[in-house]
């Protein structure tokens, strides 16, 4: 059964940068799409940015466009998200996910979820 865990969250200041990573097992991320989605304190989750299984299709959300960059291993079966420029608003928990995505933004086409990790931009 796969599982996804997710790294690389922390602290950092306006303008810093991090890299997120999601690490699978149980099973292969091959062929599947993965994505980040995020959540803030109040809102609801939204899609950041998701990355097709089958050719280079990309997709981000308007907010992070220019900003963000989504990238996977196979080998290693691991999907990142390298994060530039962080904004305040940007903080919030930050979950990978994997699954047929068929319309890469939308949540439901994932069934399988990290557990998070924090992000958090503050001076």
């Known amino acids: 059964q796969l599982q996804l865990v997710e790294s690389g969250g922390g602290l950092v200041q306006p303008g810093g940068s991090l890299r997120l990573s999601c690490v699978a097992s149980g099973s292969t991320l091959d062929f599947l799409a993965a994505g980040w989605f995020r959540q803030a304190p109040g809102k609801e989750r939204e899609g950041v940015s998701c990355?097709?299984?089958?050719?280079?299709?990309?997709w981000y959300a308007d907010s992070v466009k220019g900003r963000f960059t989504i990238s996977r291993d196979n080998a290693l079966n691991t999907v990142y998200l390298q994060m530039n420029g962080l904004k305040p608003e940007d903080t919030a928990i930050y979950y990978c996910?994997?699954?047929?995505?068929?319309?890469?933004?939308?949540?439901?086409?994932?069934?399988?979820w990290g557990q998070g990790t924090q992000v958090t931009v503050s001076s």
């Open positions: 996910a994997a699954g047929l995505g068929r319309t890469l933004y939308e949540a439901s086409e994932y069934d399988t």
């Open positions: 990355i097709s299984g089958i050719d280079t299709t990309t």
